[in-house]
């Protein structure tokens, strides 16, 4: 049995329709502007026109910042397990570890395509460099790193079933429910991991 309490994170059932709105929302604008970076960028490399790394790292942002607002924003709830309860909750155990492992993906991509946005300027402008040389030294190996890291941080806990769900959306998280029906109170992990989680939130 899982340990749930309804809507313990919003207050109550009016104020998660009200996250539910919002949250899909502003995940519906955050979509159509990060895709619309993509399809520019797109456009120019079909046409034949040069792109610079600023360019091609604000591609990279786009695809992860749709990624997480899509799977963890827009789908939101409906991704998550039927059983929690919450609003327009239709999904599984598996459409909860999808939507844990986008959002994972997604979040630290972004972060660190951020990241590459700042180191980038910060080599243009600090020390001089060219955006040719930024590309020829730095750019690809800047891309494989980052796309190798967010891919191993986000597997870690869908190999320990530790995408479970928390308020309405899953995260990287341990399940809890009750140990056994002589220990009435008393909740144990049922399922994902401890060490996982504690790794993943530091």
């Given at each position: 049995?899982?340990?749930?309490?309804?809507?313990?994170?919003?207050?109550?059932?009016?104020?998660?329709?009200?996250?539910?709105?919002?949250?899909?929302?502003?995940?519906?604008?955050?979509?159509?502007?990060?895709?619309l970076i993509v399809s520019d960028v797109a456009k120019k490399v079909r046409n034949g026109k040069e792109t610079d790394p600023y360019q091609r790292i604000m591609v990279g942002l786009s695809i992860f910042d749709v990624l997480v607002s899509l799977f963890f924003s827009f789908l939101g709830t409906w991704m998550v397990a039927k059983e929690t309860g919450w609003l327009w909750a239709v999904g599984n155990t598996s459409s909860c570890s999808a939507q844990g492992f986008f959002f994972s993906f997604g979040l630290f991509g972004e972060i660190l395509y951020q990241a590459a946005i700042s180191f980038n300027i910060l080599l243009l402008i600090v020390f001089g460099w060219k955006q040719e040389t930024f590309s020829k030294k730095v750019e690809k190996p800047m891309h494989f790193i980052i796309i190798a890291f967010v891919l191993v941080f986000a597997i870690i806990p869908l190999a320990y079933e530790t995408y479970n769900p928390?308020?309405?959306?899953?995260?990287?998280?341990?399940?809890?429910?009750?140990?056994?029906?002589?220990?009435?109170?008393?909740?144990?992990?049922v399922r994902g991991n401890q060490q996982a989680f504690t790794v993943i939130r530091v």
């Amino acid at each position: 049995m899982m340990f749930v309490v309804p809507f313990s994170c919003v207050g109550s059932a009016r104020n998660e329709l009200i996250v539910a709105i919002f949250n899909k929302a502003g995940a519906f604008l955050s979509i159509l502007g990060s895709s619309l970076i993509v399809s520019d960028v797109a456009k120019k490399v079909r046409n034949g026109k040069e792109t610079d790394p600023y360019q091609r790292i604000m591609v990279g942002l786009s695809i992860f910042d749709v990624l997480v607002s899509l799977f963890f924003s827009f789908l939101g709830t409906w991704m998550v397990a039927k059983e929690t309860g919450w609003l327009w909750a239709v999904g599984n155990t598996s459409s909860c570890s999808a939507q844990g492992f986008f959002f994972s993906f997604g979040l630290f991509g972004e972060i660190l395509y951020q990241a590459a946005i700042s180191f980038n300027i910060l080599l243009l402008i600090v020390f001089g460099w060219k955006q040719e040389t930024f590309s020829k030294k730095v750019e690809k190996p800047m891309h494989f790193i980052i796309i190798a890291f967010v891919l191993v941080f986000a597997i870690i806990p869908l190999a320990y079933e530790t995408y479970n769900p928390d308020c309405g959306e899953c995260f990287p998280v341990v399940l809890l429910g009750k140990c056994s029906t002589k220990d009435e109170g008393k909740l144990c992990i049922v399922r994902g991991n401890q060490q996982a989680f504690t790794v993943i939130r530091v």
